[in-house]
């Protein structure tokens, strides 16, 4: 027997009176895009890497410039394909792509084609230096993002699937101050995008561009009704964590390269220390007098 719309819920993210939810079901699975054996043998590439990076400084130190030419264009297409998963973000938040599962594997594929590049180019520098860190930076997203999609998001999917409550109305919940909120929302949204419905929607980038103010306060009132309902106390807090923090350090990352690339550009000198300047550029600015 189904269920009426306000005893029925199909998901962590709403319980909203007398409407179901938005199922995810109809989404197709990243992780399935990619396939597991593919993760698990990039995230041992991600744990020996590392190591060949490393045991190759050590048994040739000083001997190597990671200015050359050929290492130069390494870092050049690396640097590029680090970008990739910008982009991936950008159609993902603007809703510009009408297959998102393709982008993400893309940012996953030039993700890891770009780091490899970019080792060319770093392992024959200093590792104990800026641009150190920034490869340190690049592991360190790399193997987060491979941790997660191998485990922590099947095992979210795996327990909210298994446990008949994620399909019920949240007990406990407040009816009338979750009704108050949903009003709330809809007024927002009524005026950030009339023609949205708020069961369905969520803010992209285009309505935060457009729309900055209205979109951070609906982000606020959808963060309440979250904490209201429940609905990330199954594990959804972890990832979401996780997720955070994913993104923080990757812009972190694509400033810390924009900075790199604009030093070695144009303070040639600075960066050369009175060693010969290796590598294209177009001002040796700093240099020892």
Same mark, same amino acid.
């Given at each position: ?120 180019? +770093?392992? @024959?520098?200093? &590792? $104990? ?6 490869? #340190?930076? %690049?592991? !360190?997203? =790399? ?104 993104? +923080?350090? @990757?812009?972190? &990352? $694509? ?6 690339? #604009?030093? %070695?550009? !144009?303070? =040639? ?21």
């Amino acid at each position: 027997m189904t269920q009426p719309a306000t005893q029925r819920t199909a998901g962590p993210n709403r319980t909203s009176p007398g409407k179901p939810y938005a199922s995810a079901s109809n989404a197709a699975t990243p992780i399935a895009a990619i396939g597991r054996e593919a993760l698990m043998v990039l995230l041992a590439a991600l744990l020996v890497l590392p190591l060949a990076v490393v045991a190759q400084q050590m048994a040739a130190p000083g001997t190597r410039a990671a200015g050359t030419p050929w290492r130069q264009g390494a870092a050049v297409a690396g640097g590029l394909l680090l970008f990739v998963p910008l982009l991936y973000s950008i159609t993902k938040r603007t809703g510009l792509s009408a297959r998102p599962p393709i982008w993400f594997v893309a940012h996953v594929v030039a993700g890891t084609v770009g780091l490899l590049l970019v080792c060319v180019h +770093a392992s @024959a520098g200093r &590792l $104990l230096s800026m641009p150190g860190v920034l490869l #340190a930076l %690049v592991f !360190f997203l =790399a193997l987060q993002g491979t941790l997660a999609r191998l485990f922590l998001t099947p095992r979210l999917s795996q327990r909210f699937g298994a446990q008949p409550s994620s399909f019920h109305t949240a007990q406990g919940v407040d009816r009338a101050r979750l009704s108050e909120l949903i009003a709330h929302k809809r007024a927002v949204l009524g005026r950030l995008d009339a023609q949205a419905s708020e069961a369905l929607f969520s803010p992209t980038l285009r309505h935060a561009l457009r729309h900055p103010s209205l979109t951070w306060r609906y982000a606020m009132l959808s963060a309440r009704e979250s904490r209201l309902v429940g609905a990330r106390r199954q594990g959804g807090a972890l990832l979401s964590l996780w997720r955070r923090v994913h993104i +923080a350090l @990757a812009a972190v &990352l $694509l400033a810390g390269v924009l900075i790199h690339v #604009a030093v %070695v550009t !144009f303070f =040639a000198g600075y960066v050369a220390v009175g060693r010969p300047i290796t590598w294209w550029h177009l001002a040796a600015w700093g240099a020892s007098p």
